[in-house]
């Protein structure tokens, strides 16, 4: 194969070359099924999580004792749980719940990440000490950082937003650190000191544009991992505290009448799959059109 | 060789470092005092104080530290407020059941996943590559405690083929052990194989792409051969890596999945220690996994030596 | 040439890439005898890599590449045998070096190991022979210390030790045509003295046919008996190394003499360049192919093909006006 590359492509001036890369970046782009397939599954979600609520005639902790444990059937398409609460509402508002911590936890971390990756990419000594504190951070588990961190700060839906900021900030920060290095070693950002720009004016307007890509990639994968995180928290009771809707709360019931009640694990464990596979498959696509040359080992 | 193990050992002084003084943060961050959270609203004052004292709590903060990392180094991390015992003695006992379904859940990746992965560079290209890629790309997006309680649901519930909870030690008999730890380790392993197939597969076909395979075919090896002599140990080394990194991972979802199958191992005791508030069981079961996973990437690591000639006698 | 050890016959090479076919090959017949040293020049891309490997049937003949034509080795005829059979050919009756000896050379066995696996490949010999052998092949080739040598890793030798090996390896089974993808290419220049030396003095004491891929007219002239000349995946010249460089018929190939440094040439005039650049082979011109760069191209050139003449002593030039140009 790479030689072939080399027989087609050597003999080509320059210009055409990159003309023909960009044409194929867009035409990567509309037909990339992984990205079309991902934007979709996360648009769906969108719906649920935000119209879902307006058009379903049941509140997510209204109680309806007479019909508790339903199966799925008109009334209640997913069923109802031990307090005779409508599972579709349920999962529609856990929905919200997941996207919103999801959402929090991504803006943060990205923001934490961009500034922490950026100045430690720039300052050496910072550099040193800013990775030792990400190394450490990073090799104790996420998960179990984050339990403990729950265990410190007790469960609540910011004190998730905040366990898991601090979990998977160092993850962004080294992405972003990792190309700016790249982009700092370029010719052109010593050609800017030269002519006298300020540390600041380098790292903002001319490193940090450059590494948004890899951030919003990797930021995407994230935003399904905080998913997968908070579900797995909430799940063992560690999370989103009780009477508030989360799909990890509902598998916690689920799992308790598993023998009664399949549709109470099934369905929100098919939500928490599709938003993931949906995410993930965003973010590979993202990474295919923007950055292809991290994916050369898979074509 | 010998250097490059030295400097690789005490590369992990500054990480072990950050890890104790943000595991050692834990009880700090707790808003209020923290005797008081653990013994509830009804303790009274004076319990509150002898807890205090008893924890530490009020000596300087510095001097609490140096007392904690002097104690975890010499395997001492302190006594369990709710169970009667010390927290070592708390992780031995849970360690077990949590070891073993994290290695059955490896063994069970692996024996499915490298090949898995090896068959689709080899066929790259063709429905049997696009399937099972496609399937593993599912599996990846399916957490373990999810599949586990899907499998939990079809095949302990509805088919009733599989015991849907609880452990027996190897001591009763391998066979008794594994029934107990059948489904719990297929869960776990799913993504571990997913990740360790798709890393198998690309990591084969840029060894495939490379001269020395060329030459391979060259001199006439069968291709049977050229996959499985030349390219896997090549492209194993990456693999290597993935696979090290996720035991670490797979410890970790170990603590999640025995939740769900009510394994009494290490993810028991901490769920456990959460909810008491017995924060020296939930510093000490971090901290010791921490360890492991650390522990684990470094024995990775080394083994690159051993696999790859060129790290073994390059000076690094 | 009675009786050619080798026999390309109107032999294309079509890749199937992202940009649809591309004919990398196109119709290159040409023969070799045994125990003649054949040279094959042209710049990158011109196929005479792909014609090498084609005929050592390497490409994935799956997906990527499909063959016309044919080529007789030893009046069999191989490019359509099953690979299964092709398999037995290669390293054992024909085999091939590359130009990248380092990366040719598998990082994690020794090289005793790869050059024994060869000899077990084709010989039944117990592991003791062949590492036996593999030592005195090492020997053969001039590696120092050759029992030390066998267990070492590639990495731990120089890159013209590394050919060495590469030729070692070879050779181990007394093939009777080695293909030399550009051997001396990524080595230094008294390294690639040494690596020349070598295969004609294993040509002479083996007696195997060489087939010697380069771009380097300077190897050609001190190594073959006959050249072959490729543009843009065709053959456009075959002559001897005598006339290649006395009387060069083609107009490429005349400006790849002319761009040769003489050392006794006059320094103030700048070195004639062959002017324009290669096409790429996706957008080929259906006339002369050189005809885009050719200082002598006329409307005949520029609208119809012309074929491989067979002019008279075993010459065959590619050319409407080579006899005017003269």
Same mark, same amino acid.
């Given at each position: ?38 934007? $979709?599954?996360? !648009? #769906?979600? *969108? &719906? ?12 997510? %902790?209204? /109680? ?43 803006? $943060?971390?990205? !923001? #934490?990440? *961009? &500034? ?12 040193? %000490?800013? /990775? ?168 | ?316 | ?326």
């Amino acid at each position: 194969m790479a030689l072939l590359k080399k027989e087609a492509s050597f003999t080509q001036e320059m210009r055409s070359f990159r003309q023909r890369q960009k044409k194929l970046l867009l035409r990567r782009f509309s037909s990339s099924s992984l990205f079309v397939t991902g934007a $979709i599954i996360f !648009f #769906l979600l *969108l &719906v649920l999580a935000f119209i879902g609520p307006l058009v379903i005639p049941y509140g997510p %902790v209204e /109680m309806e004792v007479a019909n508790r444990l339903q199966a799925p059937s008109m009334s209640h398409l997913l069923g109802t749980d031990e307090f005779g609460r409508d599972l579709l509402s349920r999962i529609a508002h856990g929905a919200q719940v997941s996207l919103w911590v999801g959402l929090a936890v991504t803006v $943060i971390t990205s !923001f #934490l990440g *961009l &500034v922490i990756g950026l100045y430690s990419s720039y300052y050496r000594v910072l550099d040193h %000490v800013l /990775m030792r504190i990400s190394d450490g951070l990073m090799s104790i588990p996420g998960v179990l950082l984050a339990i403990a961190l729950m265990a410190a700060l007790g469960p609540s839906t910011t004190n998730v937003i905040i366990a898991l900021s601090i979990v998977f900030t160092p993850n962004i920060a080294r992405v972003v650190r990792s190309s700016a290095l790249v982009i700092k070693e370029q010719t052109y950002i010593e050609a800017m000191h030269a002519q006298g720009a300020s540390s600041f004016r380098i790292i903002w307007k001319h490193i940090a544009p450059n590494t948004i890509s890899p951030l919003i990639v990797q930021a995407t994968f994230i935003f399904a991992e905080t998913i997968i995180t908070e579900a797995a928290l909430s799940f063992l009771g560690v999370g989103i505290p009780a009477p508030d809707p989360s799909w990890g709360n509902i598998l916690y019931d689920g799992k308790l009448l598993v023998f009664q009640a399949w549709w109470m694990v099934v369905f929100p464990g098919i939500m928490i799959v599709l938003s993931v596979l949906g995410l993930n498959l965003l973010g590979d696509g993202l990474r295919d059109v923007i950055d292809p040359h991290a994916t050369k080992g898979k074509k | 060789m010998f250097a490059y193990i030295i400097k690789r050992i005490l590369s992990l002084i500054p990480v072990l470092f950050v890890v104790s003084v943000v595991i050692f943060s834990i009880i700090h961050i707790t808003p209020g005092d923290p005797a008081a959270i653990i013994l509830g609203q009804e303790a009274t004052q004076e319990q509150i104080e002898s807890l205090s004292e008893q924890l530490g709590l009020n000596e300087p903060i510095i001097e609490q530290y140096t007392n904690w990392v002097m104690g975890a180094l010499t395997g001492d991390l302190g006594t369990s407020y709710f169970m009667r015992e010390t927290v070592e003695e708390a992780i031995i006992n849970h360690l077990g059941p949590t070891l073993s379904l994290a290695i059955f859940a490896e063994i069970f990746a692996l024996i499915i996943a490298i090949p898995i992965g090896i068959i689709a560079a080899y066929r790259r290209g063709s429905w049997l590559d696009q399937s099972l890629m496609g399937i593993s790309l599912l599996g990846m997006a399916v957490p373990s405690f999810i599949l586990g309680l899907l499998l939990m649901l079809f095949v302990g519930v509805q088919l009733q083929w599989l015991p849907i909870g609880g452990y027996a030690p190897l001591s009763d008999g391998l066979f008794t052990h594994l029934k107990f730890l059948i489904l719990p380790a297929i869960s776990l392993g799913a993504i571990q194989a997913a990740l360790v197939a798709r890393m198998t597969r690309a990591s084969m076909l840029e060894v495939l792409n490379s001269n020395y395979i060329k030459t391979a075919r060259a001199k006439g090896v069968v291709e049977r051969r050229v996959i499985l002599k030349h390219a896997f140990r090549n492209a194993f080394l990456p693999i290597l890596t993935v696979i090290g990194q996720s035991f670490g991972t797979l410890i970790v979802g170990a603590v999640v999945t025995e939740t769900i199958f009510n394994i009494p191992g290490i993810g028991q005791l901490i769920i456990n220690s959460v909810e008491r508030r017995d924060y020296p069981v939930i510093q000490g079961v971090v901290l010791i996994v921490t360890f492991i996973y650390v522990f684990i990437n470094l024995i990775v690591d080394l083994l690159y030596g051993v696999i790859d000639p060129r790290v073994r006698l390059d000076k690094k | 040439m009675t009786n050619p050890l080798l026999e390309v016959k109107n032999l294309r090479t079509h890749f199937h890439t992202e940009r649809g076919r591309v004919t990398a090959v196109d119709d290159v017949s040409f023969s070799i005898a045994p125990g003649e040293i054949v040279g094959v020049v042209g710049e990158s891309g011109c196929g005479k890599s792909v014609t090498s490997q084609s005929i050592m049937r390497l490409f994935d003949e799956k997906r990527l590449v499909e063959y016309e034509g044919d080529i007789l080795f030893n009046n069999e005829s191989i490019l359509h045998m099953p690979q299964k059979r092709m398999q037995k050919i290669r390293g054992n009756d024909m085999s091939m070096i590359f130009q990248d000896p380092i990366s040719s050379l598998n990082p994690v066995y020794t090289v005793g190991d790869q050059i024994a696996e060869t000899i077990r490949l084709h010989q039944k010999v117990t592991k003791k022979q062949a590492h036996q052998k593999a030592v005195e092949m090492l020997r053969l080739t001039g590696i120092p210390a050759p029992e030390k040598r066998v267990n070492e890793f590639p990495h731990q030798l120089s890159g013209g030790m590394q050919q060495r090996v590469m030729i070692a390896m070879a050779l181990s089974c007394q093939p009777s045509l080695l293909i030399a993808d550009e051997p001396t290419t990524a080595l230094d220049v008294t390294i690639q003295a040494q690596i020349l030396d070598l295969i004609r003095d294993l040509n002479k004491d083996m007696g195997m046919a060489v087939m010697f891929i380069t771009h380097d007219l300077g190897v050609v002239s001190e190594l073959c008996s006959k050249v072959i000349v490729m543009y843009l995946g065709e053959i456009v010249e075959i002559t001897d190394t005598e006339s290649l460089f006395t009387n060069p018929l083609h107009p490429y190939t005349k400006g790849l003499i002319q761009s040769i440094p003489q050392l006794d040439g006059d320094r103030k005039d700048s070195l004639p360049v062959i002017e324009g650049t290669v096409p790429s082979l996706d957008q080929v011109p259906n006339a002369c192919r050189f005809s885009t760069r050719c200082p002598f191209a006329d409307e005949l050139c520029k609208q119809e093909h012309p074929v491989l003449e067979h002019d008279r002593d075993e010459k065959h030039v590619r050319c409407w006006h080579y006899k005017k140009i003269g």
